[in-house]
């Protein structure tokens, strides 16, 4: 990962997360922002987090899949 805080200074970056519903797309987003595992909801429309991971971050972009 040093090679792309090299790469990238500390640049915002967004990431798209897509899948099927139920697949654990909001579970995924939540356990890189708070570092552990929430309960959800099935997500209707869209969630929007900032994550940051050393001096990146990260906008994440979780697509609901029943949208």
């Keep these: 990962l040093s090679y792309f805080r090299g790469l990238l200074g500390a640049r ?21 922002q708070v570092g552990e595992v929430v309960t959800t909801i099935p997500t209707i429309g869209f969630n929007v987090e900032q994550v940051t991971y050393k001096n990146l971050k990260f906008q994440v972009w979780d697509l609901g899949g029943q949208t």
């Design 12 to 32: 915002e970056m967004r990431i798209l997360i897509l899948g099927l519903d139920g697949a654990g797309k909001t579970t995924i987003l939540y356990k890189l």
